[in-house]
């Protein structure tokens, strides 16, 4: 038995007519009638009943109608995936963020991305850090895009961008007229962070110099699951945070009394990389991923091997000194 035999099956099945059905398979009616009677000694019962006047399912070919049609969708999947990979930049790619960056820039590439590629298509995932991971090495993603460095010999990581912080602070806070926020002023504030398994708290910690959570205190108890969250705690003025430069766009800039202040602190910025396995085949549509993202950044990040000095722009201009809600 083989797919050829199945497709004649279908196609007698559903044309119930011998003549009908040798045309659809582009055979002769000796042809497909003569593989159809091989299927059924092969089966050891008949799938049709036949007369002189009408071709019928039998019990046993109505219950295996399904199964055929399901292995003929299956075999031609299998054939469309091979083809799609044939051209790297036809069909999915599985994607996935880290949930500080992929509400602020997945949906600034999609719309060049498609115009771009028109067949190659994003399937989004957004988790931590760990969890990308896990799925990345599992095969169940293609690529992702994390803040942290990787070590593991099986990826590969190409930096894509630098992107500063800012301070986000309650409206009206004294160190809303500072030009620049050095690390002694951030000690003095009361920093709220993100929930264990974030990486950008353990970056905001860092940049502060802490080595360890405080477990005393208002930023001990108001830990966030999501920027946003975090963000809205601080226009309540519950304490100050950090903020990545792409989230400066973001919903909470609206209504969230937030104001921010650039900082002046040589390690306040994550390396943003998009990372694959190794022996991912498509790496077309890696690069094609990648050089969208870098042609639709905003001016307050830098791409890497263009790098500008903290506050200045790739056009050489200075960021806007206070952003304010």
């Known amino acids: 038995m083989?797919?050829?035999?199945?497709?004649y099956f279908v196609a007698l099945a559903e044309t119930r007519h011998f003549g009908h059905a040798a045309r659809r398979s582009f055979v002769s009616q000796p042809t497909l009638s003569g593989q159809i009677r091989k299927l059924e000694q092969q089966l050891g019962a008949p799938l049709f009943e036949r007369t002189t006047k009408s071709v019928a399912l039998t019990p046993l070919g109505e219950s295996l109608l399904q199964h055929a049609r399901r292995a003929l969708e299956e075999a031609d999947a299998f054939v469309q995936l091979a083809r799609a990979h044939r051209d790297p930049l036809v069909g999915m790619l599985r994607v996935g963020a880290i949930p500080t960056l992929a509400p602020y820039l997945i949906p600034r590439l999609l719309a060049p991305l498609r115009h771009r590629h028109p067949g190659l298509k994003l399937a989004l995932t957004e988790e931590l850090t760990t969890q990308l991971l896990g799925r990345l090495r599992e095969h169940e993603l293609d690529t992702i895009l994390l803040a942290t460095p990787i070590d593991d010999a099986e990826?590969?990581?190409?930096?894509l961008f630098i992107e500063p912080f800012w301070l986000a602070l309650p409206r009206d806070?004294?160190?809303?007229?500072?030009?620049?926020?050095?690390r002694r002023e951030l000690n003095s504030l009361n920093m709220l962070l993100l929930a264990e398994g974030h990486c950008l708290a353990d970056q905001m910690m860092d940049v502060c110099g802490h080595t360890e959570r405080s477990e005393t205190g208002e930023e001990a108890d108001l830990r966030a699951a999501s920027l946003e969250t975090l963000l809205h705690l601080v226009g309540a003025g519950m304490g100050a945070t950090l903020v990545p430069a792409l989230a400066m766009r973001g919903a909470w800039m609206t209504d969230a009394g937030v104001v921010t202040r650039p900082l002046e602190i040589a390690n306040a910025v994550r390396r943003i990389s998009l990372v694959w396995r190794k022996g991912f085949p498509r790496i077309a549509a890696i690069d094609a991923l990648a050089d969208t993202i870098l042609t639709t950044l905003p001016n307050t990040v830098r791409p890497i091997g263009r790098l500008a000095h903290a506050g200045t722009t790739r056009a050489g201009k200075r960021t806007p000194r206070r952003r304010k809600l």
């Not at 990826?155 to 930096?159: D, F, G, H, I, M």
Request: net charge positive; aromatic share 4%; charged share 35%.
């Open 155 to 159: 990826l590969v990581a190409r930096p």
């Open 2 to 7: 083989n797919l050829r035999d199945l497709r």
């Open 173 to 182: 806070h004294a160190l809303y007229g500072r030009e620049h926020i050095r």
